[in-house]
């Protein structure tokens, strides 16, 4: 088995390209036909041409990420099942073009979240980072979502308000814009009235409600993808939190096990994020990957660090550096190479692929304006550290044994 080193391209428009993606030293390529509209099937044309593609700068497109799960799929609301067909109709036409390994989410309404997308790093250069207080300012003064008061109590509120009085026009402008304009792989690009239109929309969804649609769209994608030999691999919430008043189901160990029960079979598997999970400090990172190894099926590697904590559980954090931060990697690499063994000597040659997930950016970064959380060099930078901590790994077990 193979444990692949690829990396996120948003397509033709992205303006980190396959060659830097080459140069930095992947050999596979995650990405999506980003241009197609949610909903639909992926035709296999377009699926060989954006294949072609990337084979023409020497390297294979190993994981999509990701065919886009409909708010209506979600919601059970009407059209759903037909959103479900195309799901499926992609899944086989990925699978005949070679395309085993998929990636989706079940956050609600909103994709990964940050409140700053160009915070300075502790060390230098800038990163990502969600801030508690601004994230409940947007939420309360600026959505003014309904029952928002009731979700963050008087405390927080108050903080809050006091958070975005002390904010320029120009800030508070940055700071909607940022939550509303969606990022790179997420939701679509949201106004505050279309946001506020389908929150009442997702109006007395509860968690088991979401569970049970989860639970349906399993029964429905699995045996497809089983039949084609692919996995899926659903991906943690990001914040692992309840955010603007929805359920996030897919945000601890419970939750994996959970979701891994409704269908025991490797088509359904794991996006085990670290970046994502670690936030939440009652996430034993090392102790999930050991019991949930043999049903990962994608890698995302990197790190957050914790800022606050308040009294609703919500943590600010930004994204680390990728050996730094609250997530033991070097720990979860060794557990991570004892796995790729345990499935070679099981005879299983299906390739573990991971990606330094996020970067900050570094050196020219800022200059060249790649999408938010995904510079050249700051991954650049993550993959060389990957890739050294793999090959150490690699050769202390073999000597151990």
């Not at 099942?81 to 079940?106: E, K």
């Not at 692992?240 to 945000?251: K, T």
């Not at 004892?338 to 900050?360: N, S, V």
Request: charge should be negative.
């Amino acid at each position: 088995m193979l444990l692949e080193q690829t990396w996120r391209w948003f397509g033709p428009l992205d303006r980190v390209t396959l060659r830097d993606a080459r140069e930095a030293g992947a050999t596979g390529i995650v990405t999506a036909l980003h241009e197609l509209p949610a909903g639909e099937a992926w035709p296999v044309e377009s699926i060989q041409a954006r294949q072609a593609e990337i084979r023409s700068a020497g390297m294979e497109w190993s994981v999509v990420e990701s065919i886009e799960v409909t708010e209506r799929i979600k919601m059970r609301a009407p059209g759903w099942r037909a959103d479900v067909q195309n799901f499926t109709q992609s899944i086989r036409n990925l699978a005949a073009c070679g395309i085993r390994t998929i990636a989706y989410n079940w956050m609600p309404l909103f994709s990964w979240m940050r409140t700053h997308l160009h915070e300075p790093a502790p060390k230098g250069g800038y990163t990502t980072r969600f801030d508690t207080l601004a994230f409940a300012a947007f939420d309360l003064y600026l959505l003014q979502r309904k029952g928002a008061e009731a979700d963050w109590g008087e405390e927080l509120s108050r903080a809050a308000y006091n958070y975005l009085s002390g904010l320029s026009p120009e800030e508070k402008d940055m700071l909607q814009q940022t939550i509303l304009q969606g990022l790179p792989g997420g939701h679509r690009s949201l106004t505050l009235q279309k946001t506020n239109d389908m929150l009442q929309e997702y109006s007395g969804l509860s968690t088991e409600d979401l569970r049970s649609s989860l639970m349906e769209f399993l029964s429905l994608v699995c045996p497809v993808a089983e039949e084609c030999g692919v996995k899926l691999c659903i991906h943690p919430d990001d914040p692992p939190r309840p955010m603007l008043g929805l359920p996030r189901i897919v945000s601890t160990a419970a939750d994996l096990q959970w979701l891994l029960q409704q269908y025991p079979h490797p088509a359904n598997s794991l996006t085990f994020c670290t970046g994502a999970l670690g936030v939440r400090a009652d996430n034993d990172l090392l102790a999930m990957v050991q019991s949930l190894a043999p049903r990962i099926g994608f890698l995302h590697l990197r790190s957050t660090q914790r800022q606050a904590v308040y009294s609703n559980g919500i943590e600010t954090f930004f994204e680390a550096a990728h050996l730094e931060g609250d997530a033991d990697l070097i720990g979860i690499v060794v557990e991570l190479v004892k796995e790729k063994r345990r499935r070679e000597f099981a005879g299983d040659h299906f390739h573990l692929p991971f990606r330094a997930d996020h970067g900050q950016e570094l050196l020219n970064d800022r200059e060249r304006n790649a999408a938010p959380g995904y510079p050249a060099v700051g991954r650049l930078r993550g993959l060389a550290e990957l890739r050294g901590a793999f090959t150490m790994a690699e050769r202390l077990i073999v000597e151990v044994e």
